[in-house]
């Protein structure tokens, strides 16, 4: 079993900037070898990926967010970051932490992100 825990969320202005951690404990499980995620999903809409980092650290983006945010992994801390910039009202939404480990897919509880003057 795997449990992770996103902290970070906030409400900000537009151009702000917020920073999310995901920390992943658990008895059995290798973190440095879990692909890890981002996802968020706004009030109506669908689920989406926001930002994925594999175990080697190779990343990519939805296209809503490319050049805006960054994710970012420490091994050593068991913890997967996202850096949003340049933060839009669209942003807004609650923002799930995944990992994958043995198959198995794992999902944090949210945290909420709300971009509004």
């Known amino acids: 079993q795997v449990q992770l825990v996103e902290s970070g969320g906030g409400l900000v202005q537009p151009g702000g900037s917020l920073r999310l951690s995901c920390r992943a404990s658990?008895?059995?499980?290798?973190?440095?070898?879990?692909?890890m995620a981002w996802y968020r999903r706004a009030p109506g809409k669908q689920r989406e990926l926001v930002a994925r980092?594999?175990?080697?650290?190779?990343?990519n983006y939805g296209d809503s967010v490319k050049g805006r945010f960054t994710i970012s992994r420490d091994n050593a801390k068991n913890t997967v970051y996202l850096q949003m910039n340049s933060l839009k009202p669209e942003d807004t939404a609650v923002y799930y932490c995944?990992?994958?480990?043995?198959?198995?897919?794992?999902w944090g509880q949210g945290t909420q992100v709300t971009v509004s003057s």
């Open positions: 995944h990992g994958q480990n043995l198959g198995v897919d794992y």
């Open positions: 658990g008895s059995i499980f290798n973190f440095y070898s879990m692909p």
């Open positions: 980092i594999t175990s080697a650290s190779s990343t």
